[in-house]
Each structure stands twice: as structure tokens, then as C-alpha cells.
């Protein structure tokens, strides 16, 4: 009996489960497009270089849609299983509701060790690839950004306009340049001739230059200053490009975890370094915890309280997700130490899930859920009520 209620609850939430995993990846992956539109739209992207970005960036974004599956997961399932009056028949037969948590924590244990797999082995290799094919499509993109006639502001506090455009030889004629990327000061280039040059580095280009002026004006007027050059060189970074100015903050999150803690170790007191390598372990862990959370919340909720059961489990994950947030923010100021940071919703989690279960074996009343029912419960008839009367 154990084993056959053990194999029946793996399965009801392994189907919710994996639902809530392709819809959030879905949204995730929908809105990480959004944000590569400047590069997308750019550059000449074919349908394989769009898949190649969607599969590089996936793992990263599994980090985030992991934890979130596994709580509307295991909550939906539970939800059902109220809703069809099953868990009152378990209970009528002398099955506790403690007796659920084996296939609870058997399936959440499943979906954590991917994540921790995950965020170990498969981010930093996978994120780096991404970085060199996002900028592989920016160096591709910046012919099409050559327009002949036009002030081109596609690259942040940079505008271009070039009079005549060769983009075989990735030559212009009449180009001028403002350049606002140095506070309080607008510099202004204006030339005969420009050629553009690919750094061996390949996070660099070099506009070469001939000919020309530059004139530099500060920002109250006051100060001004002319000079003429037969040559200058304009190096940009292929991050201005794609809107990307994490510099340093890249770099730690291409580490792997060992080569994280190697530099904690080194450099004493690197609050930056910290919050990473302390982050990575902290959110595959919400998988189980946030998980655990989520079969008490549906048990809790009927048929017609599903939506509330659900916008309850969002309200969740949100309130996770910011005070991860706000605690990498006061770590990062020094406000707190880096593991009280990270690891301060996970513990709020384990408060919440040993409450919720300990009420659902004690079989003692929710008075705010109960609440939340009778007011979706009101909504509903009142709504029925109205249908009947335009009918």
C-alpha cells in the first residue's frame, strides 16, 4: 500500500510539474529575446544562430524556472488531489498527511540535484558560448548598422552618420562621430574617411580614422577645446554594442564553483566573489524548499479556490525572489554578511514548510486560507448569479 501510494503521488506531480517547467521556461526564454532585439534585429541572425542563442542561454535560465516549477508544481498537483476529494478519502482510511512527504521530497530531491548539476557543470561552459556567439552577431550586425544618410544611435551614448558607406571594405566617407560616453564632456569628430578594423581581440573594433577634428565641450559650457588629427583610432567594445556593461561582474559568473572559492580564499573579504559562489548553492536549493511549501498551500485549496492557490504560490516565489534580491543588495553594500544574504529566504522557506506541515498532520484550521476561500467562493456564486440573470 505504501509503495502503490508512494508511485501514485510521484506521478500526480510529476505531470504539473514538468507543465510548469516549459511554461515558465517559455516566459523566461520569450523575455531574454526581448532583450537581444537590439542585437537580433542588428545584425544578420539566421533561424540556426536564433536556436544556438535559445540553447546557450537555457541553462541559465533553468537556474530560475527550476525552483518555480517545483513549487506551482507540487502545488497544482495537490490542489487536484483536494479537489477530487482524494486526499479526504486517504485520510478516511487512516493516511496521514505525513505520510505524503517520502514522495514529496523524493521527487523534489530529483529536480534539486539537476539544478545543482546544472549550475555547476553546464552554466559556465554554456555561458561563455553564449558571450562569444552574442558578440560573434554583433561584429556580424555592424555592416547593416552602417547606413548611408542616417544618425545611427543603436550603440548607448554613441551617434554615427556617414555620408558615403563601402561595406565590403567596411569603409565610410564624411563621418561624424558624438561621442557622450565620458561624463560631463560631449566630444564631437568630424573627418574625411574611416575604416573599420577587428581587434584579435575579439571583445574589440577600431575605427581608423583620417583626417579630421575633434572638438571636446563640457557640459556647462564653459570649456571648450578644438584639435585637428590626420589620424586617430576610436576603439569600441563589443559590449557597448549589445547593451552589456558587466565588466568584472561577467567574469564571476563564468567561474566555476572551485575557481569562486579559490579567490574567496585569496582575496579575504571579496563580498562580490562571496555572494556569487554563496547564490549558486542557495537557489538550486529553493527547488526543496519552495517545493515543500507547495503541498500543503494546494492541499489547502479546493476546486474553486485553484486560482487563489495559485496567485498565492506566485506571491511565493515572488517574495523569495525579492528578499534574494534585497540581501545580495545589502551584501554588496557591506549591510550583511554573504551567507545571511543568500541564504536568508531558503531559511524563511524551512520556517514556513515545517508550519505548514505540522498544521496539515495536526489537521488544525487555517483561518487566513479559509478566508481566502469564502471570498472565491462568494466571487464565484456571485458571478454565476449574474450570467443567470443576463440569461
Given at each position: 500500500m505504501k509503495m502503490t501510494l508512494y508511485r501514485y503521488l510521484i506521478k500526480e506531480q510529476m505531470v504539473p510539474l514538468g507543465v510548469c517547467?516549459?511554461?515558465?521556461?517559455?516566459?523566461?526564454?520569450?523575455?531574454?529575446?526581448?532583450?537581444?532585439?537590439?542585437?537580433?534585429?542588428?545584425?544578420?541572425?539566421?533561424?540556426?544562430?536564433?536556436?544556438?542563442?535559445?540553447?546557450?542561454?537555457?541553462?541559465?535560465?533553468?537556474?530560475?524556472?527550476?525552483?518555480?516549477?517545483?513549487?506551482?508544481?507540487?502545488?497544482?498537483?495537490?490542489?487536484?488531489?483536494?479537489?477530487?476529494?482524494?486526499?479526504?478519502?486517504l485520510r478516511a482510511a487512516g493516511i496521514g498527511f505525513h505520510q505524503f512527504f517520502p514522495a514529496v521530497v523524493s521527487l523534489l530531491l530529483g529536480v534539486t540535484l539537476i539544478s545543482f548539476v546544472n549550475m555547476i557543470f553546464v552554466i559556465p561552459p554554456t555561458g561563455k558560448a553564449f558571450e562569444v556567439k552574442l558578440r560573434s552577431m554583433a561584429r556580424s550586425g555592424l555592416p547593416v548598422l552602417m547606413k548611408e544618410g542616417t544618425f545611427i544611435?543603436?550603440?548607448?551614448k554613441l551617434t554615427f552618420f556617414f555620408q558615403s558607406?563601402?561595406?565590403?571594405?567596411?569603409?565610410?566617407?564624411?563621418?561624424?562621430v558624438q561621442d557622450r560616453r565620458e561624463e560631463k564632456v560631449r566630444l564631437a569628430i568630424v573627418a574625411e574617411s574611416a575604416r573599420i578594423v577587428y581587434q584579435r581581440d575579439s571583445n574589440h573594433l577600431t575605427f581608423k580614422i583620417a583626417n579630421g577634428s575633434i572638438t571636446r565641450v563640457a557640459d556647462d559650457m564653459k570649456n571648450a577645446q578644438a584639435v585637428s588629427f590626420k589620424a586617430y583610432d576610436l576603439s569600441l567594445s563589443l559590449d557597448e554594442l549589445i547593451g552589456s556593461a558587466r565588466g568584472s561582474k561577467m567574469n564571476?559568473?563564468?567561474?566555476?564553483?572551485?575557481?569562486?572559492?579559490?579567490?574567496?580564499?585569496?582575496?579575504?573579504?571579496?563580498?562580490?566573489?562571496a555572494l556569487?559562489?554563496?547564490?549558486?548553492?542557495?537557489?538550486?536549493?529553493?527547488?526543496?524548499?519552495?517545493?515543500?511549501?507547495?503541498?500543503?498551500?494546494?492541499?489547502?485549496?479546493?476546486?474553486?479556490?485553484?486560482?487563489?492557490?495559485?496567485?498565492?504560490?506566485?506571491?511565493?516565489?515572488?517574495?523569495?525572489?525579492?528578499?534574494?534580491?534585497?540581501?545580495?543588495g545589502l551584501g554588496e553594500n557591506h549591510l550583511v554578511h554573504p551567507f545571511l544574504?543568500?541564504?536568508?529566504?531558503?531559511?524563511?522557506?524551512?520556517?514556513?514548510?515545517?508550519?505548514?506541515?505540522?498544521?496539515?498532520?495536526?489537521?488544525t484550521p487555517f483561518k487566513t486560507f479559509q478566508l481566502l476561500q469564502e471570498w472565491a467562493s462568494s466571487w464565484y456564486r456571485l458571478r454565476r448569479a449574474r450570467k443567470g440573470k443576463k440569461t
Open positions: 517547467l516549459m511554461g515558465v521556461s517559455l516566459v523566461l526564454i520569450t523575455g531574454r529575446l526581448f532583450q537581444l532585439l537590439k542585437v537580433l534585429f542588428t545584425s544578420s541572425f539566421t533561424l540556426g544562430d536564433l536556436m544556438a542563442l535559445v540553447a546557450l542561454a537555457m541553462p541559465k535560465l533553468m537556474l530560475f524556472a527550476l525552483p518555480m516549477a517545483s513549487l506551482l508544481g507540487v502545488l497544482l498537483a495537490f490542489v487536484r488531489l483536494n479537489s477530487d476529494n482524494e486526499l479526504i478519502a544611435t543603436a550603440i548607448p558607406v563601402n561595406p565590403t571594405e567596411l569603409s565610410v566617407r564624411g563621418i561624424f564571476k559568473r563564468e567561474m566555476t564553483l572551485r575557481e569562486l572559492y579559490r579567490v574567496i580564499v585569496e582575496k579575504t573579504g571579496d563580498v562580490g566573489h556569487e559562489f554563496h547564490q549558486r548553492l542557495a537557489f538550486p536549493s529553493g527547488c526543496l524548499l519552495l517545493g515543500l511549501i507547495g503541498a500543503p498551500l494546494g492541499a489547502v485549496f479546493r476546486q474553486r479556490g485553484r486560482i487563489a492557490g495559485i496567485t498565492i504560490g506566485l506571491v511565493v516565489f515572488l517574495a523569495y525572489y525579492v528578499i534574494l534580491s534585497a540581501g545580495k544574504a543568500c541564504w536568508a529566504p531558503n531559511l524563511l522557506c524551512i520556517a514556513a514548510s515545517f508550519y505548514l506541515w505540522r498544521k496539515m498532520r495536526l489537521e
